[in-house]
Every structure is written in structure tokens, then in C-alpha cells.
């Protein structure tokens, strides 16, 4: 897992150079969009049980059939499952945004996630259905381009 400044280092470091004005400039951004990554994060975490309840009741009022015996979310043990996947999808954007990279959501959530979704016939379409309404809640709060940039991406590495 890294950040933006720990992102940077490690390649100025692998390559054994001093920071260049380039990798400056870049932490300097960083640190100018810091108050704004912490408020969204403060927002989200502070709002997240209503989240995670709207972008449920959103997905399964659009997609009724996921609770039907044939469908995915039925019995309490595999609902229960989705909406913990939810919880995670929701805290582990709110690491993302706050560290301004990605690589922790791609260590820790999307590596090999589809193929455990196919193995186990989670269906893809309606989870980026719940990860679109996590979303909208998540906007409805705060709107900022950083929620956009974190759950398109796992949106991306989830197709
Ligand atoms: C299951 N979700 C799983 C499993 C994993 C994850 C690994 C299989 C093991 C288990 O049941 O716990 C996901 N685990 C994760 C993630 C992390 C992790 C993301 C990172 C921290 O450690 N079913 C639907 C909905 C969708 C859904 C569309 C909710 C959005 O119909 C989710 N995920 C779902 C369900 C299961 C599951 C129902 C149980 C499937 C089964 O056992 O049959």
C-alpha cells in the first residue's frame, strides 16, 4: 500500500536520483487538495451506515430478483455478504481517497475478485450496480471528483 508521497519516493529512490522540480510540483499537489481529500473522508465515514442503507435499498428495489430463491442475495447468509462486500467497498474508497492512489484498493479488493465473483456466480452487473448507487449516496453528501475517481475505478478493474 502507498500514497501519492510515498509513490514518489520509491521511484526517485529505485532510480537513485535526487526529487526533481517534477516530483516536487506533484507533492505540492498533493498537499493543496489535502484539506479537500479530508473533508470528503470525514463526510463518508461520518455518513457511512446510511450509505451503505441507501445504495443497498437502491440495488435491491432496482433489482428485486437478486432476493428471490433463484437469485444471489437470497438467504440471510449470502444477503449478510452483500452488504459486507458493500462495507467494503465504502471503507476501502475512503483509504483510497484519502491516501490519493489507488493501490490499495487494487492489493487489498480487485485483485482476483472477479474471478472469486465468476467462481462463485456473484454477478458482476449488479454489484456495479451497488458500487454505482455507493456512489450517488456518496455524492448526494459531498460532491467531489475524488469519489468519482475511486469507484470508477473499481468499477473499471470489476468489467
Ligand atoms: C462473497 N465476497 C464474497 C467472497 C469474497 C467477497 C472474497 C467469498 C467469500 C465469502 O463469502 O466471504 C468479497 N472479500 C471480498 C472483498 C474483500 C474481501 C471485496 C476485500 C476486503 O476480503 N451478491 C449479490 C450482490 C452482491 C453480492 C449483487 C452485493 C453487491 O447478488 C455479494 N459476495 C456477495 C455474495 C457472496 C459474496 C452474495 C456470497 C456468495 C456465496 O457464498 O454463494
Redesign the pocket.
Known amino acids: 500500500m502507498q500514497d501519492q508521497i510515498s509513490k514518489i519516493i520509491r521511484r526517485y529512490d529505485f532510480a537513485g536520483q535526487y526529487l526533481d522540480t517534477k516530483a516536487i510540483n506533484k507533492v505540492a499537489s498533493y498537499f493543496q487538495n489535502a484539506m479537500e481529500r479530508l473533508q470528503v473522508v470525514q463526510v463518508l465515514q461520518q455518513d457511512a451506515v446510511d450509505i451503505i442503507k441507501e445504495a443497498s435499498n437502491a ?1 435491491f428495489t432496482s433489482q428485486p430478483e ?1 432476493l428471490r430463491p433463484s ?3 437470497y438467504t440471510t447468509r ?1 444477503y449478510a ?2 452488504l459486507r ?2 462495507e ?1 467497498y465504502l471503507r ?1 474508497a475512503i483509504y483510497a481517497i484519502l491516501a490519493g492512489d489507488m493501490s490499495i484498493l487494487n492489493e ?2 480487485l485483485t482476483g ?1 472477479a474471478d ?1 465473483y465468476n467462481s ?4 458482476i452487473g ?2 456495479i450496480i ?1 458500487i454505482n448507487q455507493l456512489k450517488e449516496a456518496a455524492k448526494k453528501r459531498i460532491n467531489s471528483p475524488y469519489i468519482d475517481e475511486v469507484f470508477d475505478h473499481m468499477i473499471k478493474n470489476l468489467c
Request: charged residues 15%; positive net charge.
Open positions: 440495488l437478486l437469485g444471489n442475495a449470502r455478504a452483500c462486500d458493500l467494503y476501502y487489498r479488493v475478485l472469486t462463485l456466480g456473484v454477478p449488479p454489484t451497488g
